[in-house]
Nanobody
Framework: QVQLVESGGGLVQPGGSLRLSCAAS????????MTWYRQAPGKQRELVAT???????NYADSVKGRFTISRDNAKNTVYLQMNSLKPEDTAVYYC?????????????WGQGTQVTVSS
Protein backbone atom coordinates (compact mmCIF):
# COMPACT_ATOMS: atom_id res chain seq x y z
CA GLN A 1 0.00 0.00 0.00
CA VAL A 2 1.18 3.52 -0.72
CA GLN A 3 0.32 6.82 0.95
CA LEU A 4 0.25 10.00 -1.14
CA VAL A 5 0.50 13.61 -0.02
CA GLU A 6 0.07 16.46 -2.49
CA SER A 7 1.40 19.98 -2.03
CA GLY A 8 2.07 23.13 -4.02
CA GLY A 9 -1.43 24.33 -4.78
CA GLY A 10 -2.56 27.89 -4.30
CA LEU A 11 -3.89 31.04 -5.92
CA VAL A 12 -2.18 32.25 -9.09
CA GLN A 13 -3.00 34.83 -11.74
CA PRO A 14 -3.80 33.81 -15.32
CA GLY A 15 -0.59 33.18 -17.20
CA GLY A 16 1.25 32.24 -14.04
CA SER A 17 2.90 28.99 -12.99
CA LEU A 18 2.70 26.49 -10.18
CA ARG A 19 4.47 23.24 -9.43
CA LEU A 20 2.57 20.51 -7.65
CA SER A 21 4.33 17.75 -5.77
CA CYS A 22 3.08 14.37 -4.64
CA ALA A 23 5.20 12.56 -2.10
CA ALA A 24 4.72 8.81 -1.77
CA SER A 25 5.53 6.52 1.12
CA UNK A 26 4.86 3.01 2.28
CA UNK A 27 5.73 1.08 -0.83
CA UNK A 28 8.15 0.88 -3.72
CA UNK A 29 7.45 4.09 -5.61
CA UNK A 30 9.10 2.95 -8.83
CA UNK A 31 6.57 0.11 -9.14
CA UNK A 32 3.71 2.54 -9.72
CA UNK A 33 2.34 4.44 -12.67
CA MET A 34 1.58 7.94 -11.44
CA THR A 35 -1.22 10.19 -12.63
CA TRP A 36 -2.49 13.65 -11.84
CA TYR A 37 -6.25 14.13 -11.99
CA ARG A 38 -8.32 17.22 -11.34
CA GLN A 39 -11.89 17.95 -10.44
CA ALA A 40 -13.55 21.31 -10.88
CA PRO A 41 -16.75 22.23 -9.03
CA GLY A 42 -19.75 20.51 -10.59
CA LYS A 43 -17.61 18.49 -12.98
CA GLN A 44 -16.31 14.95 -13.12
CA ARG A 45 -12.75 14.12 -12.20
CA GLU A 46 -10.55 14.14 -15.30
CA LEU A 47 -7.11 12.85 -16.12
CA VAL A 48 -4.49 15.56 -16.50
CA ALA A 49 -1.20 13.74 -17.01
CA THR A 50 0.34 10.30 -16.51
CA UNK A 51 3.89 9.07 -16.17
CA UNK A 52 4.49 5.35 -16.22
CA UNK A 53 7.04 3.30 -14.32
CA UNK A 54 9.25 3.46 -17.39
CA UNK A 55 8.91 7.21 -17.79
CA UNK A 56 6.44 7.40 -20.66
CA UNK A 57 4.09 10.36 -20.40
CA ASN A 58 0.61 11.19 -21.58
CA TYR A 59 -1.36 14.42 -21.32
CA ALA A 60 -4.92 15.63 -21.69
CA ASP A 61 -5.31 17.73 -24.81
CA SER A 62 -6.31 20.71 -22.71
CA VAL A 63 -2.90 20.87 -20.99
CA LYS A 64 -0.51 19.72 -23.72
CA GLY A 65 2.31 22.18 -24.17
CA ARG A 66 1.58 23.89 -20.84
CA PHE A 67 1.93 21.16 -18.21
CA THR A 68 4.83 18.77 -17.63
CA ILE A 69 4.73 15.67 -15.45
CA SER A 70 7.94 14.20 -14.07
CA ARG A 71 9.04 11.82 -11.35
CA ASP A 72 12.04 11.44 -9.09
CA ASN A 73 12.18 7.84 -7.91
CA ALA A 74 15.02 8.62 -5.52
CA LYS A 75 12.74 11.10 -3.73
CA ASN A 76 9.54 9.07 -4.15
CA THR A 77 7.91 12.12 -5.66
CA VAL A 78 5.97 13.00 -8.78
CA TYR A 79 5.66 16.58 -9.98
CA LEU A 80 3.31 18.56 -12.17
CA GLN A 81 4.78 21.76 -13.57
CA MET A 82 1.93 23.98 -14.71
CA ASN A 83 2.68 26.98 -16.91
CA SER A 84 0.48 29.49 -18.72
CA LEU A 85 -2.33 28.75 -16.32
CA LYS A 86 -5.89 29.60 -17.29
CA PRO A 87 -8.99 30.14 -15.15
CA GLU A 88 -10.34 26.85 -16.49
CA ASP A 89 -7.44 25.06 -14.82
CA THR A 90 -9.03 25.88 -11.46
CA ALA A 91 -9.74 22.60 -9.68
CA VAL A 92 -8.70 20.29 -6.90
CA TYR A 93 -5.72 18.31 -8.18
CA TYR A 94 -5.32 14.72 -7.04
CA CYS A 95 -2.36 12.40 -7.23
CA UNK A 96 -3.00 8.76 -8.14
CA UNK A 97 -0.74 5.74 -7.92
CA UNK A 98 -1.62 2.57 -9.79
CA UNK A 99 -0.04 -0.86 -9.76
CA UNK A 100 -1.42 -4.10 -11.10
CA UNK A 101 -1.28 -7.08 -8.76
CA UNK A 102 -1.99 -10.43 -10.42
CA UNK A 103 -3.56 -8.51 -13.28
CA UNK A 104 -5.86 -6.47 -11.04
CA UNK A 105 -5.18 -2.72 -10.95
CA UNK A 106 -5.02 -1.14 -7.52
CA UNK A 107 -5.42 2.60 -7.14
CA UNK A 108 -4.31 4.87 -4.34
CA TRP A 109 -5.24 8.53 -3.97
CA GLY A 110 -3.97 11.58 -2.20
CA GLN A 111 -6.21 14.07 -0.44
CA GLY A 112 -5.95 16.71 -3.17
CA THR A 113 -4.59 20.22 -3.40
CA GLN A 114 -6.57 23.26 -4.54
CA VAL A 115 -5.41 25.27 -7.54
CA THR A 116 -7.20 28.54 -8.21
CA VAL A 117 -6.39 30.64 -11.27
CA SER A 118 -7.91 34.08 -10.95
CA SER A 119 -7.05 37.74 -11.27
Amino acid sequence: QVQLVESGGGLVQPGGSLRLSCAASGSIFSDYDMTWYRQAPGKQRELVATITRTGSTNYADSVKGRFTISRDNAKNTVYLQMNSLKPEDTAVYYCNARRSVLGVPRDYWGQGTQVTVSS
